[in-house]
DNA sequence: ACATGAATAT
DNA sequence: TATATTCATG
């Protein structure tokens, strides 16, 4: 309300590093981040398992950040480099197969095609594989979902136990995504399956090429950054969104202040808002190409509807009816 | 051979 | 801490 206030601003602005400061490296025309998580480094280490620059990249809100496009680009050359495999020269700098993927963020909206998935399987059936398929992310591979498989089910795990005892709830801090979904209530039970096969999205052929991934992922973000506002203000209720980055920093999260917002219903701020928040980029397989369907060990009568079209409609863009209504499952619980 | 899940690593 | 990777099993 003083002046201070805005003097204050002013030379917080003026002290931020600026670009040259924080992109010292010719070739970081992307996103350090990026670069990295795409394990696209010098010619140096024999090791794939390079990390992060360490920078602090105080990575304003502008969502003109979105370092996908040059993300995509670089990685094109990186895969495209993978697929050659020029098998010459292994030692050195051969990012060749052992191609490091760039860490998974769960974010609310993918751990909702999670919890969806799973909840559809039923807890029995559901294990990293099939659920993969059910969420039909593309990119997503079984391990992403295994590990946070894995970790979901710890946290449904301490559920029961608070849910019995009755106590304190759950950590805000550690259970903000998995609070950001509601856990159906069966998953408490290890009792009977839902089996209520509804209609499944029932994967669309799938070609799970990490290429596709970058891509999908550039277009979706574009079409999302041309388009940040899709739904009124409240639930982001976007299409499942794989968003990668870089783990030292997820860009927020200031350790001070107190929460984002209400942790049980959802607990995202201001998405679009001021960018502070993750934009997260949607990419939900869409390859309407090979047929994979190799699995019969499975008896969940659900995924046999072979029809489940549910594209998203990133093409609103144009017209500002704002459409955009993905059909994602039938499940209304959002 | 392949998928799972727990343990472990980053 | 969150996610990835390894590893023993089935």
New binding site residues.
Partial sequence: MREDDSDWFARWEEELPSPEELMPISQSLISPDLALAFDIRSPNHGN??S?QPHHHQTTPPTPSQLQLPSSQANSSAEFAADSADLGSGAAGDEPARTL????????PQ??KRFVDAVAHLGIKN???????QLMSVDGL???????????Y??YLKRMQGLSSGGGAGS?P??????ASSPVPAHFLHPNRVPSSDHFMPSFVPIATLQQQQQMAAAAAAAAAAANPHLQPPQFHRQIAAAH?SS?TN?GFSSPTNGQFGSPTSNGFGSPTANGKFDPSFLAVRQTPQQQQQ??H??STPSLHSPVGNYVEDLESANANGGRTVLTLFPTRDD
Avoid: C, Y
Avoid at 100 to 107: A, I, N, Q, S, Y
Avoid at 173 to 178: E, I
């Fill in positions: 794939g398992n990390n490091k993927r760039p860490r998974l963020v769960w974010t993918l751990h559901a294990v990293p594989k099939t659920i993969m591979t079984r391990e992403n979902v295994a590990s946070h498989l894995q970790k089910r710890l950590d801090a550690t259970d903000r995504l998995f990668f783990p997820g190799p699995i060990r499975m």
